[in-house]
């Protein structure tokens, strides 16, 4: 039976997205626009049986979780199909909250344990799940700074679904697009866990946008990532960093030292500086694509590749103008104390971020 504070529609199909020890600020019971439903509680109660069928340690994992995504349709199944798991309307359900989920990823470092996702039916009040899994970990990069999900950050996560599913629709079956690939590649990189396959996915996705000519990639990449990662007054030390990089990149691909362009820093400052470029490239990847997704006029550019090869012919002062200010790379410090967790120590966090931190949301 679900707890008096929530109610299931009757007769439903629903999907949950669980996250357990995720730092939110979300008020209780806010209803986002396409009806995604952020719950501080457990919608429904979880009976002794559940120990049985997921084991204790997930069982004790589920009920430590604070934030809840849940979606619920009441429609979209034939007559006497409302028990029937892993349909088109359940399947549905749970795609909606887990791309939803991986949109979250790119505004911000979500820092949680586990992610879990639940799907089943309510019939006669009665609430049955059929279906339980552990979702992909999106991992941090070491040394990222604190952040916190707040109610705006949920509804800016609904919105980029929203563009990122018309991009797929509008994508012919059996068919990728370059945007795509991007997509896929930043995604892969927010899931790795060694700072090495990070870096080298995040300049995978910022290759598919700028679209670089044979033999020009290197050039490329460092002149036109740097029109979208800062102001053009500190042009210098963005295209540094772009240029340095790259070249670990390169040296991921081909297998060789991670550090092996990096010999012209101290030995114990190589890998505070390699962490430093990872972060940099996940912020401006990360951004790009937020970017893109969210302004309709610069996504229909960089949906179609002979769009995007004309995109980029055009002077550096309206593609500066295009992203506007998406991202500041040079804004982001090289840390070099890290605590317990792989963030930054509270000594290398910028003035005032404590403040990002504090409680806004209204007390439920």
Known sequence: MAPRDFVFEADCKFGILAIQNVRADVESDVVLQDGTQVLSNFPFKLEDHWKEWIGSIQFNDLQACKLFLLRSATEGWAEGQLHIAGDEVSEALQHGLGGMF????????????????????????????????????????????????????????????????LFQDDTPVGQTRRFGRGCYALKAGLERYYASDRLHAFVRALEAIILPEQGKTERQFITRCSFFAGPKTVQASIQEALREAYKMRCDIEHVHEWDRSLQTYPPPE????????????EALACAAYTKILLDSRL??????????????????????????????????????????????????????????????ARSA
């Open 270 to 281: 190589r890998e505070n500086i390699a962490l430093w470029r990872t972060r940099q490239m």
């Open 102 to 165: 991986a949109m979250l990823r790119l505004l911000g470092p979500i820092e949680y344990e586990h992610a879990f996702m639940l799907a089943g039916y309510v019939e006669n009040g009665k609430v049955t799940c059929r279906h339980f899994a552990q979702t992909e970990h999106f991992n941090i990069t070491r040394g990222c700074l604190p952040w916190v999900i707040r109610e705006n950050d949920l509804r800016t996560a609904v919105k980029l679904h929203k563009a990122y599913s």
């Open 299 to 360: 996504g229909d550019d960089f949906y179609d590749e002979s769009k995007l090869a004309a995109f980029w012919q055009k002077p550096e002062n309206e593609i500066r103008a295009a992203f506007g200010n998406a991202c500041d790379i040079s804004q982001l410090s090289i840390v070099r104390q890290y605590d317990g967790f792989g963030r930054a120590a509270c000594s290398d966090w910028p003035s005032g971020w404590i403040d990002t931190l504090r409680p806004r």
